[in-house]
Nanobody, 120 residues
């Protein structure tokens, strides 16, 4: 069984920075894509940023130039550095990972979510 545990959320003023972390643990053979999604009240969950095992990244237009996703494959951890935060970045941020097992089957898992609030 695999578990994703997020940390690093909190309250920050507009223009500030936060760094989210998400560590995968358990019986892991391989992690393919890792990503961060977010969901604000009354809105659907949407992709913020993703990163493949090879390091290829993708970002939502709204965060390009402000957020940076990275990963440590040895530690099965993905990070999201968020700079120049805006009130509209306020949301619950969810970690996502796409795994492969020993038999070549793939499956997804989600973290429990961490609240990010940008407010003065």
């Amino acid at each position: 069984q695999v578990q994703l545990v997020e940390s690093g959320g909190g309250l920050v003023q507009p223009g500030g920075s936060l760094k989210l972390s998400c560590a995968a643990s358990g019986s892991i053979f391989a992690i393919n894509t890792m990503a961060w999604y977010r969901q604000a009240p009354g809105e659907e969950r949407g992709l913020v940023a993703s990163i493949t095992s090879g390091g290829t990244t993708d970002y939502a237009d709204s965060v390009k130039g402000r957020f940076t996703i990275s990963r440590d494959n040895a530690e099965n951890t993905v990070y999201l550095q968020m700079n120049s935060l805006k009130p509209e970045d306020t949301a619950v941020y969810y970690c996502y990972a796409h795994f492969s097992n020993w038999y070549g089957l793939t499956y997804d898992d989600w973290g429990q979510g961490t609240q990010v609030t940008v407010s003065s």
